[in-house]
């Protein structure tokens, strides 16, 4: 059964900083999806990444980066010179696309609670 | 572009009550997703539907929880009767269907079962 494991429950870090959001899953299937939501204190869901299995490849979009490494099961999330708009709940989320052909259910980790001090 | 659009943004309501929600997805997509989100639980999937057809209902809670679809512009979640066991977040999602394209949430609706 799939499963995303995020154990950082909670990450304070001072503004400026970087910091590390840690995502690891679990999945029997060779073809698949993992993604990043963010969820600010006034509660949406805000898509930020999406990548496939095949496609290991490092992405940065700004202050963003994303390392993915399959022989870890890892899809890191890093914030370079946090700012005090990133405070949120940011959650991983794995699809399974071979095994579970035709049904695109999200799975998502517990989230981490990143607090940035101004 | 308009974005998912649920309502009520926010719903109380005494136990044993029927509750409504609804949902218009993003014109043009294909997927919609139910959603539940509480601090015990987390965010579970609860329903998912494809071309307004059910294609895993396997997180709804029960027989009390009933979701329809009668067209791709509209879905609704129903929980009849109502229990306080039942207080969450509930988000709709759309997407379209095919490749694992991301799914784009609504605001949420907070559901308060006294």
């Known amino acids: 059964a799939q499963k995303v494991t995020q154990a950082q429950t909670e990450i304070s870090v001072v503004e400026k900083e970087d910091v590390t959001l840690d995502c690891v899953y679990e999945?029997?299937?060779?073809?698949?999806?993992l993604f990043w939501y963010k969820q600010p204190p006034s509660g949406e869901l805000v898509f930020l990444i999406r990548?496939?299995?095949?496609?290991?490849q490092n992405e940065i979009s700004g202050r963003y980066s994303w390392n993915f490494q399959k022989s870890t099961s890892s899809f890191n999330f890093t914030i370079t010179a946090s700012q005090v708009v990133d405070s949120a709940v940011y959650f991983c989320a794995l699809s399974e696309a071979g095994l579970n052909f035709g049904n695109e259910k999200l799975t998502f980790g517990t989230g981490t609670r990143l607090t940035i001090i101004p | 572009d308009a974005g998912v659009i649920q309502s009520p943004r926010h719903e109380v309501t005494e136990m044993g009550q029927e509750v409504t929600l609804r949902c218009k997805p993003i014109s043009g997509h294909n997927s919609l997703f139910w959603y539940r989100q509480t601090m015990m639980r987390g965010l579970e999937l609860l329903i998912y539907?494809?071309?307004?057809?059910?294609?895993?209902d396997s997180g709804m809670p029960e027989d009390r929880f009933s979701a329809k679809m009668p067209n791709a512009s509209f879905s609704t979640l129903k929980i009849q009767p109502s229990e306080p066991r039942d207080s969450a977040v509930y988000f709709c999602?759309?997407?379209?269907?095919?490749?694992?394209?991301?799914?784009?949430f609504g605001d949420g609706t907070r559901l308060s079962i006294l």
């Open positions: 999945t029997r299937d060779t073809t698949y999806y």
């Open positions: 999602a759309s997407s379209i269907y095919r490749g694992h394209q991301p799914q784009h």
């Open positions: 990548r496939n299995s095949f496609d290991e």
């Open positions: 539907f494809n071309n307004n057809v059910p294609i895993d």
